[in-house]
């Protein structure tokens, strides 16, 4: 199993920048892929971006160029830079990892904050 712990949410004003951080650890040579998941309130969880070992990332349409995923291997941390941020931004970020042993399993963090807010 891979631990997540998630830092760097809070209160944004919208058109703002914040930076999330995740740190792994555990079983981090299974991963295969590393990202960011929210959820809005009254919505289901859904994709903001992810990165795979082989160099392909994945965002999010509702995101797309205005945040980018980026890792740090010899940190075992993934990032999440969010520019122009917008009140529809909020919500609970949870910070992902696939890894693949047998089959492939999703491992979670607690989740943080981020709230986008005049």
């Known amino acids: 199993q891979v631990q997540l712990v998630e830092s760097g949410g809070g209160l944004v004003q919208p058109g703002g920048s914040l930076t999330l951080s995740c740190v792994a650890s555990g079983s981090i040579l299974n991963i295969f892929a590393m990202g960011w998941y929210r959820q809005s309130p009254g919505k289901q969880r859904e994709l903001v971006a992810i990165d795979k070992n082989d160099g392909r990332t994945n965002y999010g349409d509702s995101v797309l160029g205005r945040f980018t995923i980026s890792r740090d291997n010899a940190k075992n941390t993934v990032y999440l830079q969010m520019n122009s941020l917008k009140p529809e931004d909020t919500g609970v970020y949870y910070c992902?990892?696939?890894?693949?042993?047998?089959?492939?399993?999703?491992?979670w963090g607690q989740g943080i904050q981020v709230t986008v807010s005049s």
């Open positions: 992902n990892a696939v890894t693949i042993v047998v089959m492939a399993e999703d491992n």
